[in-house]
């Protein structure tokens, strides 16, 4: 069994060189909710230092609110956005001697994008508009991944470790009760639930079907690195391989 495990990164945490030798696909904050022209480039040579591959996590516009402030944008604004943050990162990359290779948004973006449909194409579009050769990252069972997969897009759908999920598939919008997992042991269980059965059980008490072909691991948290690495060690124990091929 095979699953990729991914981070987000330059966003200002310290954690970032250590949970790039746990992970296997970085998602590199652009700009627009954190990063800069620096943070970016730091992040791409540290992929290539640790063999990860690179990606590029868009936002919307919103440094004050780390990109969580839900918008309602024009889709062609959007549109651009996307192709500007996408841009920025690809000519740093290559600058480099590195490829981008994917994009995941980040925060209200990729959360909005998951249940709207207009929103989730313009996204897709944007990617394809740059290079069509790049996968499309988004929560498993979501209009970001049917908006891709309608344009010839490569995609990956992703579940949370730890993160809470509605009857519905969708997560527990933070804030509310049970959109956090604290607990290492409840995330582990709930993660090995997702990529061995493809299930997830609801804050609802309910069975959601979840494709986890990647796992987003959050590196802020507290005890973010002893869990990456607990990770780590059950997928060894199942015989579960972490890879972005």
């Known amino acids: 069994m095979l699953v990729d495990l991914n981070a987000d990164l330059g966003e200002g945490c310290a954690n970032d060189q250590a949970l790039l030798q746990l992970v296997s696909s970085a998602n590199i904050a652009c700009g627009f909710h954190a990063g800069d022209a620096q943070t970016m480039r730091q992040s791409v040579r540290w ?13 919307f516009p919103d440094r004050e609110n780390f990109g969580r402030t839900r918008m309602q944008l024009p889709p062609e604004t959007v549109f ?25 948004p980040h925060g209200m973006l990729y959360n909005q994008a998951a249940v709207e449909p207009a929103l989730a194409e313009a996204i897709a579009r944007a990617v394809q508009a740059v290079d069509p050769a790049l996968r499309l990252v988004g929560l ?14 490569a995609t990956r759908q992703e579940v949370f470790a730890d993160r809470g999920y509605l009857a519905d598939g969708t997560l527990v919008p933070r804030g509310q009760p049970g959109a956090l997992i604290d607990n290492d042991e409840h995330a ?7 990529v061995r059965h493809h299930r997830v059980r609801s804050v609802e008490g309910k069975w959601a079907a979840v494709q986890a072909e990647t796992v ?16 780590r060690e059950s997928f060894k124990k199942h015989n579960i391989s972490v890879s972005a091929e």
Do not use: F
Request: glycine share 12%; with cysteine; charged share 15%.
């Open 188 to 194: 582990l269980q709930q993660t090995l639930e997702m």
């Open 47 to 59: 992929a290539q230092q640790y063999g990860v591959a690179i990606g590029a996590h868009p936002s």
């Open 216 to 231: 987003c691991l959050h590196g802020d948290g507290e005890h973010a690195l002893e869990y990456a690495n607990k990770l």
């Open 80 to 104: 651009a956005q996307v192709v500007y943050q996408l841009g920025a990162l690809a000519a740093i990359a290559r600058a480099e001697g590195a490829v981008m290779v994917h994009v995941k």
């Open 140 to 153: 498993a069972g979501s209009e970001l991944i049917r908006a891709g997969e309608r344009l010839g897009l």
